[in-house]
């Protein structure tokens, strides 16, 4: 029996009451906007335009449409379980230890990785605005922090978003909470004082609405920081164990962090596309794929409106200034606190040590906190800038939203008996269609940013065997060990020689292995590795891999598709738009039923319905 599933019941209850249960519903819907108005809304208008014209104006409202309805399936499992960490946990009660550590890895790495663009958000602005403080240097045509003097400067922003992480949630809260008043405020009098200066020229000339046509619209969504901005309503989630009413008031705030976030955006986005001076950015009329480029890159709506020469906006644009360094730091300590949390979750279940879980005397669990800031501070190395990085955190972070659309229906057929205070009516057609909303969003990233997602997750298996899968005694520490380090290396030199990871602006490194190759070596070893495990494991070991081989396929096909796709590296790609798309759901619609299929009643779910059980728990007739 692993060690999850000690008789000391500290899978779930005992380890979250170590959390105090003190935010309210407003501090919680305030964590999940403030998450998401932070660099999304300084650089994100200028990044969607920049791919798809003026129709990335549409790409953020199917963007919010999507996100809606993949936390549709969040607000029922959110209200009837709600736990620290609680996307990561979900995975573990559904599918097992397995599914979990790859959804958890690949969650860890999106929301550790936020923080340090937040950082680069404020420094780009600032660096851009005052260039005497050497925060910047141009590589390409593209702004990145510069060493010594912007690099560091991260490091110590990262270094307050541990402190202000590490005195507690409730501080937290209380703080993000004028800081997300200001944050509403600035955008909303942004977008209504950029309309002043609208040219609706913008939105015709120039090749018309959709001057790249209808596939960068969706490429837009996964790419350019869309999905990046709107997916902070997890926030009511991850902190659910520390929630007053957390049944209430966990699926309101959910819903409140979608909704208000995605009116601002979208209305900024018009803003911006009617505001935009072409010759104050250096540019010529119509060059939309050179936004990114133009001199506006290093703050976009602060030289929208100083363009205007009107006095009144060049002060809002002062404030703004003011903001760059506002918003994206008060996202960037939220998702800390976030990472420490999926870090507490993940020590829930022993797929790292214990201490993980430890809390401080303001109820933190510090030891998550400080690895995650230490993480952190990698990423600021190989993607120095925001719009390098933006594409593999929305990425990441969507692999790890499939699993609520498997998730409930896994969990009503093995924990039918829990009290449900909200109870999505419909499921059987909802839960297809959140996690179809997912997969889409995924092939919508493009290959070249699925290969460096993919390889930084499967990196994360040597990891498991090595400690979990050993320590719960599915395995023997020999075999453990040879399987671990063996894929490890040959991983390392699969991603290194195939030239697909970290190619930067180009789709492969000059020396590179062909993609055929390439993407068979891929798949042998990760197959070899799981089928290793399998073989090498115990009964139990062997049920939790077989309720994962959906997600190793889903992966596995979805890197084929996106090369394969207008959104790969081929000149003339094999499947064109829409085929692309219909082959992702055929994909899709396979995985689903295949995931549901492998869910199981673990033994963490058993542990609950049976303590539920026992303190006369109910099914509620609630729903939403």
Not at 109 to 135: D, H, K, M, N, Q
Not at 199 to 216: I, L, Q, R
Not at 378 to 403: D, K, R
Not at 434 to 462: D, E, H, M, Q
Request: aromatic share 16%; net charge neutral.
């Amino acid at each position: 029996m692993g060690l999850a599933h000690e008789t000391e019941r500290n899978s779930f209850e005992s380890t979250d009451t170590a959390l105090k249960r003190n935010l309210s519903f407003t501090q919680l819907l305030f964590l999940g906007v403030s998450a998401q108005i932070g660099s999304g809304w300084l650089f994100g208008v200028l990044a969607a335009a920049g791919v798809a014209g003026p129709a990335a104006i549409l790409s953020w409202i199917i963007a919010s449409v999507l996100v809606f309805l993949i936390a549709l399936t969040y607000l029922e499992l959110g209200a009837m379980l709600p736990r620290s960490g609680a996307i990561v946990r979900y995975t573990f009660l559904s599918h097992g230890a397995f599914s979990g550590w790859i959804i958890g890895w690949a969650y860890w790495l999106s929301v550790v990785s936020i923080p340090p663009i937040e950082a680069e958000a404020t420094l780009t602005y600032i660096g851009g605005r005052f260039p005497e403080t050497g925060l910047l240097t141009t590589v390409d045509g593209l702004q990145l922090l510069s060493w010594p003097n912007g690099i560091i400067s991260g490091f110590v922003l990262m270094f307050l978003f541990f402190a202000l992480n590490f005195f507690g949630a409730r501080f937290l809260a209380e703080s993000n909470r004028w800081v997300t008043i200001w944050k509403i405020a600035l955008p909303t009098l942004t977008f209504i004082f950029l309309f002043f200066i609208l040219d609706g020229s913008n939105f015709t000339s120039y090749g018309g609405f959709a001057p790249m046509g209808v596939p960068p619209i969706f490429h837009a969504i996964a790419t350019t920081g869309i999905i990046f901005s709107l997916l902070g309503f997890r926030q009511a989630l991850d902190f659910g164990g520390e929630a007053k009413n957390p049944q209430r008031n966990v699926p309101w705030a959910t819903v409140g962090s979608i909704v208000i976030p995605a009116i601002i955006y979208t209305l900024l986005q018009v803003a911006f596309i009617g505001a935009i001076n072409w010759k104050d950015m250096g540019l010529a009329g119509g060059q939309w794929d050179q936004l990114v480029a133009g001199g506006w890159a290093d703050g976009p709506l602060f030289h929208a409106l100083d363009s205007a020469n009107i006095a009144a906006l060049a002060a809002l644009g002062t404030f703004l200034l003011i903001d760059a360094a506002v918003s994206p730091l008060a996202t960037g300590w939220v998702y800390l606190g976030t990472g420490a949390r999926t870090g507490y979750g993940l020590g829930v279940y022993r797929n790292i040590p214990r201490k993980f879980t430890t809390s401080n005397r303001f109820g933190i669990p510090w030891l998550a906190l400080l690895v995650s800031a230490v993480v952190g501070c990698v990423f600021f190395v190989p993607a120095p800038s925001w719009y390098q990085l933006v594409g593999f955190i929305s990425s990441a972070a969507v692999l790890t939203y499939i699993m609520g659309g498997v998730g409930l229906p896994v969990l009503r057929r093995t924990a039918g008996s829990l009290k449900r205070p909200f109870t999505l009516k419909a499921y059987r057609v909802w839960s297809p269609i959140s996690f179809l909303a997912a997969v889409l969003i995924l092939y919508w990233s493009g290959f070249s940013t699925l290969a460096n997602v993919f390889t930084a997750t499967f990196i994360g298996l040597p990891f498991f065997t090595a400690y979990y899968a050993w320590k719960s005694k599915w395995i023997s520490a020999a075999p453990a060990a040879v399987i671990s380090v063996v894929f490890l290396i040959a991983w390392v030199w699969v991603a290194s020689a195939g030239g697909w990871v970290l190619s930067g602006a180009e789709a492969q490194r000059p020396g590179g292995w062909p993609f055929p190759v390439y993407y068979a070596v891929f798949c042998v070893l990760v197959v070899a590795f799981c089928a290793a495990l399998w073989l090498f494991s115990s009964g139990t070991g062997r049920r939790h891999v077989n309720a994962t081989w959906w997600l190793i396929w889903l992966l596995l096909a979805s890197l084929l598709v996106g090369y394969l796709g207008v959104y790969g590296p081929l000149e003339s790609p094999v499947l064109r738009f829409p085929w692309g798309m219909g082959v992702e759901l055929l994909v899709g619609i396979v995985t689903y039923v295949w995931a549901v299929k492998s869910g199981f009643n673990t033994e963490e779910v058993q542990q609950i319905v049976a303590e539920a059980e026992a303190s006369g728990g109910e099914v509620s007739t609630g729903s939403i």
